[in-house]
T-cell receptor, first 109, second 117 residues
Framework: DAKTTQPPSMDCAEGRAANLPCNHS???????VYWYRQIHSQGPQYIIH???NNETNEMASLIITEDRKSSTLILPHATLRDTAVYYC??????????FGQGTILTVHP | SAVISQKPSRDICQRGTSLTIQCQVD?????MFWYRQQPGQSLTLIAT?????????ESGFVIDKFPISRPNLTFSTLTVSNMSPEDSSIYLC??????????????FGPGTRLTVL
């Protein structure tokens, strides 16, 4: 599975949009981009995934560039409860997520 | 989505002893995974457990240290054997399924926080 690069930390004001970038320049055609988050000491929580089209669900939006070499997770109205470590993962078939260091997002009042 | 429970949620153990962690899923799943998260670190995959076959271990993890059982499609156990303080971690069960489609989502249990003295 392709490797991802994320900034180690980001800050966001409560109520504003949080835009978390991820680079995955070696992604192959059949690999999906997954986003998970881990709130302090809990199990990782699935957020969203996509292949090449932009995706939106009740939690977030995922924007994937046309060349698929990078993506952005958007939390439209961040709250204090969104403070967590966010993991961008590129995954092929048959599961087995491989976690990097992720981005520590801190939402402040 | 799959609902996953783990027992115990936390434990404090003495070095040299063993602890068995249980993972129960509310639906039948094909693949189950065990991860370890050491303090301040990201998650590391220990092994993949498929029902009816031996677990497949990742590099750096061996069956003698982390024996795994998978008796059916909803349950698995991970044993941490002959523990040392370096085994102090959060151990997480994860499931992928119910099928093997690449778009199936992987879900995680709440974790077991282990402290070895």
């Amino acid at each position: 599975d392709a490797k991802t690069t994320q900034p180690p930390s980001m800050d966001c004001a409560e109520g504003r949009a949080a835009n978390l970038p991820c680079n995955h320049s070696t992604i192959s055609g059949n690999e999906y981009v997954y986003w998970y988050r881990q709130i302090h000491s809990q199990g990782p929580q699935y957020i969203i995934h996509g292949l090449k089209n932009n995706e939106t669900n009740e939690m977030a939006s995922l924007i994937i560039t046309e060349d698929r070499k990078s993506s952005t997770l958007i939390l439209p109205h961040a709250t204090l409860r969104d403070t967590a470590v966010y993991y961008c993962i590129v995954k092929g078939s048959y599961g087995k997520l491989t976690f990097g260091q992720g981005t520590i997002l801190t939402v402040h009042p | 989505s799959a609902v996953i429970s783990q027992k115990p949620s936390r434990d404090i153990c003495q070095r040299g002893t063993s602890l068995t962690i249980q993972c129960q899923v509310d639906s039948q799943v094909t693949m189950m995974f065990w991860y370890r998260q050491q303090p301040g670190q990201s998650l590391t995959l220990i092994a993949t457990a498929n029902q009816g076959s031996e677990a497949t271990y990742e590099s750096g993890f061996v069956i003698d240290k982390f024996p795994i059982s998978r008796p059916n499609l909803t349950f698995s156990t991970l044993t941490v054997s002959n523990m040392s303080p370096e085994d102090s971690s959060i151990y997480l069960c994860s499931v992928f399924g119910p099928g093997l489609a690449v778009t199936d989502t992987q879900y995680f249990g709440p974790g077991t926080r282990l402290t070895v003295l």
